[in-house]
């Protein structure tokens, strides 16, 4: 025993074999050809490097979406869900519902661990909305941890046990902004329905009030329909890029830019990859107020805005007096979400659903930030 009465950990080959021996075998949904190509979110491939430190993943990358899972389920000791709703727009989706159901079964019947992250508080789209609902109660069911990165997750008042680590935050070196910027405002990323910048685009149409503010659109969009739409309530003010951006021209743009925008009008964003990652670079950020957008503004870590017409007036108000973000407010946040601390939480919480696992050597980091502030 340690002078404090905690127990000395052995150091010798013999335990760290032992050590190795009780790692426990872990699948992670999904690993998709789609995330290693160019511009692709890498947050599951963080989160499969993160897991591999303490478990070990099984899988690796496949076009067999959740029929994979079947064949290393009888070497899975724990399943972790990600996005696993959006399985019923995918090929054969109505097939894949059932395999799912039978998974769950046959994980709670071998005493398999099942942990399911919700990402997003509904699916960003209404196709197949059943069949979503669906899935989404059949997870409420089976899981026996469930996690979000948002506090502002609906479901968490009707399952309370919800544990919650913000998305983590990659440390990256600060952007120092030019001092004459090319634009006023930078939307950037890929391009979807759900993230508003049609909704932006048309109201900068059919409005005067945006006119003064030099915008940029950069970024891939998800179709060419989508493209012209935009492209149609573009005035002068606004430029648009239609590519993926890779991260040294991404970097240029945060220097050329005084205020990185957010336009998500859905209800169903709870987190954004595109957020954390301008806040990794120290940039000054301004979102809507849902979600962890809402989270953020209430600890003074972006601006919000309620509709267009209250954005229109903040930027106004910013033209006159230069507003930015306390970096080091940006700087004390990234500490406390970091993917290690991310990883120890997982960790942790993921040992507790089986405590066959000798619990890891780490501290819960959920809602660390709030404690530590």
């Known amino acids: 025993m340690g002078s404090n009465g905690s127990p000395v950990l052995l150091t010798t080959d013999r335990h760290r074999k032992n050590s190795a021996a009780r790692k426990k075998n872990i699948y992670v949904y999904p690993i ?4 290693f190509q160019k511009g692709a979110n890498n947050y599951i491939l963080k989160l499969v490097d993160a897991l591999n430190e303490e478990f070990t993943v099984v899988n690796k990358q496949t076009k067999l979406g959740i029929f994979d899972m079947l064949f290393k389920l009888p070497k899975t000791d724990i399943l972790y869900f990600n996005w696993i709703s959006d399985i019923a727009d995918r090929r054969f989706g109505y097939l894949q519902i059932p395999v799912l159901l039978f998974i769950l079964l046959f994980a709670k019947i071998s005493n398999k661990k099942i942990a399911w992250f919700v990402h997003n508080d509904i699916s960003h789209t209404r196709k197949n909305w059943f069949a979503k609902k669906l899935i989404r109660k059949m997870m409420m069911i089976f899981s026996d941890v469930t996690f979000s990165h948002s506090n502002e997750l609906s ?19 600060f952007i120092q ?22 909704e932006f685009a048309e109201f900068n149409a059919h409005s005067d009030k945006l006119n003064s503010h030099q915008i940029l659109i950069a970024g891939k969009f998800s179709s060419q329909e989508l493209y012209n739409q935009i492209e149609g309530y573009k005035k002068d003010n606004i430029k648009l890029i239609n590519r993926v951006i890779e991260d040294d021209e991404l970097n240029d743009l945060f220097a050329k830019s005084n205020y990185v925008l957010f336009c998500y009008r859905s209800a169903s964003v709870l987190s954004s990859a595109a957020l954390c990652k301008t806040l990794s670079y120290g940039k000054t950020i301004i979102g809507p107020n849902i979600g962890a957008f809402k989270e953020l503004g209430k600890k003074g870590l972006v601006y919000t805005y309620n509709n267009f017409e209250e954005l229109a007036a903040l930027l106004d108000e910013f033209s006159v007096s230069r507003e930015k973000i306390d970096q080091q407010l940006i700087k004390q946040y990234i500490q406390h979400t970091s993917w290690e601390n991310f990883k120890n939480f997982l960790v942790t919480n993921l040992n507790e659903t089986d405590k066959k696992i000798v619990p890891a050597s780490t501290t819960s980091t959920a809602n660390v930030y709030n404690s530590a502030i």
């Open 177 to 198: 902004q030019k001092s004459a910027p090319s634009y006023d405002v930078l939307i950037w990323g890929s391009v979807s329905p759900y993230k508003g910048v049609i």
């Open 155 to 173: 479901l968490i008042k009707r399952m309370p046990q919800i544990k919650v680590f913000e998305h983590p935050v990659e440390e990256m070196p």
């Open 32 to 35: 998709t050809p789609f995330l």
